[in-house]
């Protein structure tokens, strides 16, 4: 009797559980994140820069401890996903591999910024112009899970997309004037529209599609 009690009970655990994951649906189904260590969760880890966060304390409230976030615990995108209903961390495009691909990528990497060279003086970042490139290749492999590109093209229609990206034009590049050349060749207004221009390019970049 006992254990048949036990066992309904599980049953009924089981169901709540299920009922839970179906209702754990995402608000949109995939989410792609651009910008620098404010949302970078990882890929920086391989790169030859002082800009890597995958070492203590990094990570120290972090299951699992340091990953590369430039920070203790979640950052950013971690949230944000994580408001939007997703059950799991948006992958690193330096790891992210298979049909994870399809919920989304996170190209963002510390040190970067809107223009290539900003941050390059404590090595090597993914600037913006590289993130858009990465993100060009995630739709090819894309295109390959899904089999063609109409496909494709409805599934990123659904995505959303965030970018956080620009502090580092200022802080490792206009503000570093015995690394960079910037504010001695734009005033501090020519510089702001100079980023807003390009920044406005970026968001407008064509992607293409490989079949
Ligand atoms: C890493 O970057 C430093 C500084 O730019 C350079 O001296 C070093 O050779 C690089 N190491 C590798 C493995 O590329
Ligand atoms: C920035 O890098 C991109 C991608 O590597 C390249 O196509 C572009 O010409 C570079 N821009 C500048 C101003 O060097």
Excluded at 137 to 159: M, P
Aim: hydrophobic letters at 35%; proline letters at 4%; glycine letters at 8%.
């Amino acid at each position: 009797m006992v254990a048949r009690i036990i066992v309904t009970f599980t049953t009924i655990l089981m169901i709540l559980n299920f009922i839970k994951l179906v209702q754990a649906e995402s608000r949109v189904p995939c989410f792609f994140i651009f910008g620098d260590s404010l949302l970078d969760n990882g890929n920086n880890n391989n790169l030859n820069t002082t800009a890597r966060a995958n070492y203590p304390p990094y990570g120290v409230d972090f299951p699992g401890g340091p990953t590369g976030r430039f920070t203790n615990g979640r950052n950013m995108a971690d949230i944000l996903a994580h408001v939007l209903g997703f059950g799991n961390f948006i992958p690193p495009f330096a790891s992210a591999s298979g049909r994870d691909i399809l919920q989304g990528v996170n190209y963002a990497s510390g040190s970067a910024g809107i223009r290539n060279e900003s941050g390059s003086h404590l090595g090597t970042c993914i600037f913006m112009d590289w993130q858009l490139k990465n993100h060009q290749e995630t739709i090819s492999r894309i295109v390959n899970l899904l089999g063609n590109k109409d496909a494709t093209n409805v599934h990123l229609n659904k995505c959303l997309y965030s970018v956080g990206i620009g502090s580092n034009d200022y802080i490792n590049n206009y503000l570093m004037p015995e690394k960079y050349q910037s504010s001695r060749l734009y005033t501090p207004s020519q510089y702001a529209t100079l980023l807003t221009q390009q920044y406005a390019q970026q968001l407008k970049v064509q992607t293409y599609f490989a079949n």
